[in-house]
């Protein structure tokens, strides 16, 4: 192998990835990217519309009248929640604590066996 032939193509290489690494820091450096809260001029104003009072009074008068007239109903009083009975959760419980037993008799046997 002929050492110094390596050495040449190596620096050689180092030369092209140096090149190629000052080119994409080139690019970089022209983007000014801003890290943190934008400038004040930047920031847009969030203004809320405001009502006035005659405004008001006539968005009321005009909700009673669509009430008066059923073109708006009120909400439906949604069911009351299922309850589960004593009995019931008594079965659940006794099965749940069935299959623990089931399981942990399983345990113990692999135990025993290894």
């Known amino acids: 192998m002929d050492t110094n032939r390596i050495l ?3 620096r050689a290489e ?30 847009k104003v969030r203004r809320r519309g405001r009502m006035s009072a005659a405004a008001r009074r006539k ?5 009673k009248q669509r009430w008066a007239q059923g073109k708006i109903k009120p909400a439906k ?17 006794a099965a749940q604590r069935a299959r623990w037993a089931k399981f942990k008799a399983q345990q113990r046997e692999e135990n025993k066996v290894a």
């Open 8 to 10: 040449a193509e190596l």
């Open 14 to 43: 180092r030369g092209r990835i140096d090149q190629a690494i000052s080119a994409i820091e080139a690019v970089n450096s022209t983007e000014h990217h801003r890290v943190g809260r934008p400038p004040k001029a930047a920031r």
């Open 59 to 63: 968005m009321s008068r005009l909700m």
């Open 77 to 93: 009083a949604s069911r009351p929640a299922r309850r589960m009975n004593r009995a019931a959760r008594k079965r659940i419980a």
